[in-house]
């Protein structure tokens, strides 16, 4: 059974940092990309990342890049975002997500399993 | 970016009766669509890809037409269980998603 855990999530000032880690189990993992996504009331549900299985190619949202990095340990079966300068509009749920195949160089875009999400609030 | 529009924002349907959900994209995304479900306090769920392909374990009253531009999401005939908040997504080039459809009774 694919199962996905996100954990890291909190309350932290504008400008601060913070790091999501999703624990993966039940595939390949270094086989599928993965992706983070999230949703706030504010603007819906927003695809924030995306990191191909072997972790040499990444994409980004334009609302986010420069500031956050995806990453994956394919040793521990992990993804993580490392999110920076965070500002008000990054608050939301964030959701790892998994790509339906396997695809060695590129990736899908849509996602066939989520985790349960964490949520992350940036105010002062 | 391509911006995806649902409508209606909401849906009233009675159990048993047809749900037809549209979604409209901004330019075309040929058929690069995803349907998914969202009850509240869960994480989506995957419907329908490739516009019309139900995902693994879908039932057979849920399914999904068009291409270019205009897609629809049909739930044939409602069971308790299907009412939530039903989002399209594009994913032929950056995935966009739609503001969501709420089902509701």
């Known amino acids: 059974e694919v199962q996905l855990l996100e954990s890291g999530g909190g309350l932290l000032q504008p400008g601060g940092s913070l790091r999501l880690s999703c624990a993966a189990s039940?595939?390949?993992?270094?086989?599928?990309?993965l992706s983070w996504v999230r949703q706030s009331p504010r603007k819906g549900l927003e695809w924030v990342s995306v990191?191909?299985?072997?972790?040499?190619?990444?994409d980004y949202a334009d609302s986010v890049k420069g500031r956050f990095t995806i990453s994956r340990d394919n040793s521990k079966n992990t993804l993580y975002l490392q999110m920076s300068s965070l500002r008000a509009e990054d608050t939301a749920v964030y959701y790892c997500?998994?790509?339906?195949?396997?695809?060695?160089?590129?990736?899908?875009?849509?996602?066939?399993?989520w985790g349960q999400g964490v949520l992350v609030t940036v105010s002062s | 970016e391509i911006v995806m529009t649902q409508s209606p924002d909401t849906l009233s349907v009675s159990p048993g009766e047809r749900a037809t959900l549209s979604c409209w994209a901004s330019q075309s995304v040929t058929s690069n669509l995803a349907w998914y479900q969202q009850k509240p306090g869960q994480a989506p769920r995957l419907l329908i890809y490739g516009a019309s392909t139900r995902a693994t374990g879908i039932p057979a009253r849920f399914s999904g037409s068009g291409s270019g531009t205009e897609f629809t999401l049909t739930i044939s005939s409602l069971q308790s269980e299907d009412f939530a908040v039903y989002y399209c997504q594009q994913y032929n080039n950056w995935g966009t998603f739609g503001q969501g459809t709420k089902l509701e009774i």
């Open positions: 990191i191909r299985g072997s972790g040499d190619g990444t």
């Open positions: 997500a998994k790509d339906p195949l396997p695809y060695s160089s590129g990736y899908y875009g849509f996602f066939d399993y």
């Open positions: 039940g595939f390949t993992f270094s086989t599928y990309a």
